[in-house]
């Protein structure tokens, strides 16, 4: 890390190149100095934005397979107006349309224009199965949350698929150093980038929150337990996340077998993967997820991998034995999750019962099944089955997570119902991932054209208001209730939990039988 001194020698050079080019000095505020150099953005919805900043070096070449590497310092200025490549990346089910490519290492950052010193920092982890998405998705513009809230929202690109969670240690040497969760380290760099830059942008770098959804949500709970994470943030916010959004060294192992028998690599000819193409990589890939789909049912091929030295124990487990004292959570997921898989195109999710008792089986409780169905009336009903899906997958986790970490600081508790009658007509309901256009107001994205074709936009934009409301509350104060509306803290007697629906309210423990019958197999 730089040194004051240093700092304020390179941003004395750096400006006074930039004068001695410059016919007009910037007073727009779009050029800022950062330890890594000049940077010039541009606004975007009224608000100062600068998009496609290199956090790290390319992770290329003898770099793939390796932990992110610190950028040098960069003279002149450099245009941070147009966003950076993505991380390569299935097109198998949703991927992204965005130019893509293995030096994906960037971010970008929103900044209101208020002279506010010191604003909250929201710092976004994106989701999509760590095989998917990127920070630039239009869903994820972080123009409205940052206008609406003066805070500096962060967005930002990590390794995906095998580039980022790839397990390799058993098959390191010498000359061949792989390291593990290089998708987890690159979020980490991220993370330093943010808290030694931050401040030329307008933000706090003692008030950062992370906040992500599903495999974004995942994200936060591994950071929430990695020694290589700590001290970098001072607040977290779980959105749905997956009891299957992590693995251990067993199975990486075991998928690491798989995927490099469909590459025809064995430990003679290792080195090919810092040679083999990146397309290669990305087909086998493809290969290997409908092959896990098809047999065993998982959603996820390449996940963080707990047991290691970055992550040495699954988060849940390191949530309970307070690996994040002292920091506030807030956690929730939505109603009826597993819907949305069950209409993906393959469907990832199918309503039938031998799902169900894949899921038994992977859960090493397959003799509970019994015990489990019983609580659903209307099983093997395909509706039942995806609401055993959804609560096994994410609401029952949610819940012992908050449990754990109420223990050890606050804790908050949301569960999101909203949804309308064409919404639920389709068969979605509240399901995973709708909440997202209401966090960012990013109705102008496809999902939230949709959204607002399908509801009343008054009843649409007041949930974003409300919703949008608890989440920078809790980034700048960490708290998500406001004077207007009370949010209790967690606590295991009573269970509060705000449900964000037409009516929000707060509800004590509002699935405790489901609850209860899951302690079977938990």
Not at 457 to 472: F, G, H, L
Request: with cysteine.
């Amino acid at each position: 890390m730089f040194s004051r001194f240093t700092l304020l020698t390179t941003v004395f050079i750096s400006v006074a190149f930039y004068f001695s080019k410059a016919v007009n000095p910037d007073t727009t505020g779009l050029i800022v100095a950062t330890h890594q150099g000049l940077l010039r953005g541009t606004t975007d919805n009224d608000v100062r934005v600068w998009r496609g900043v290199r956090y790290a070096q390319p992770p290329i070449g003898e770099l793939r397979f390796k932990a992110p590497q610190p950028l040098s310092f960069q003279q002149g200025i450099t245009d941070a107006t147009a966003f950076g490549t993505v991380s390569p990346q299935t097109v198998l089910t949703m991927g992204s349309s965005e130019k893509q490519s293995e030096d994906c290492l960037f971010l970008n950052i929103w900044s209101s224009k208020k002279k506010t010193e010191k604003k909250p920092v929201m710092f976004w982890i994106h989701g999509g199965g760590f095989s998917i998405g990127s920070g630039s998705d239009e869903m994820y513009n972080g123009s409205r949350l940052s206008k609406n809230g003066d805070v500096v929202v962060v967005t930002f690109n990590y390794r995906l698929g095998p580039f980022g969670f790839l397990y390799l240690d058993h098959l390191k040497n010498d000359s061949l150093p792989f390291e593990n969760n290089l998708g987890l380290r690159d979020q980490v760099a991220a993370l330093k980038w943010v808290n030694e830059n931050i401040a030329s942008f307008g933000g706090d770098p003692d008030n950062i929150t992370i906040f992500g959804e599903s495999a974004g949500a995942n994200s936060v709970l591994a950071l929430l337990a990695s020694p290589d994470a700590k001290g970098l943030f001072q607040k977290a916010i779980v959105q749905s996340a997956a009891s299957v959004g992590q693995t251990s060294i067993e199975n990486a192992k075991k998928m690491t077998a798989e995927y490099l028998q469909l590459l025809n690599i064995t430990t003679d000819n290792i080195s090919r993967l810092f040679t083999i193409s990146a397309d290669s990589l990305l087909a086998a890939s493809d290969r290997l997820f409908e092959k896990v789909i098809a047999e065993v049912g998982d959603l996820i091929t390449f996940a963080p991998v707990s047991g290691t030295d970055f992550l040495p124990f699954d988060p849940e487990v390191a949530i309970a034995k307070g690996f994040a004292s002292g920091i506030p959570v807030m956690i929730g997921t939505n109603k009826d999750e597993a819907n949305l898989f069950s209409k993906s195109k393959p469907a990832l999710i199918k309503p039938e019962v031998e799902t169900v008792n894949k899921y038994m089986r992977s859960t090493g409780k397959a003799e509970c099944i019994n015990e489990i169905t019983c609580l659903y009336p209307e099983y093997p009903s395909p509706r039942a089955i995806l609401s055993m899906i959804t609560d096994g997958i994410f609401q029952i986790p949610a819940y012992k997570i908050a449990d754990a970490q109420s223990n050890f600081a606050s804790a908050y508790s949301y569960r999101f119902d909203w949804t309308s009658l064409p919404i639920r007509l389709i068969g979605l309901g509240a399901c995973h991932g709708l909440e997202l256009p209401f966090i960012f107001s990013s109705f102008q994205s496809d999902a939230g054209k949709r959204i607002m074709q399908a509801s009343s936009n008054r009843k649409v934009k007041n949930m974003s208001k409300q919703m949008q409301n608890a989440w920078i509350n809790f980034a700048r104060t960490g708290k998500p209730g406001s004077e207007t509306r009370i949010w209790p803290e967690y606590n295991t007697q009573t269970r509060p939990t705000l449900i964000f629906d037409n009516t929000i309210k707060i509800v004590s423990d509002p699935i405790a039988k489901l609850r209860q019958g899951w302690e079977v197999i938990r």
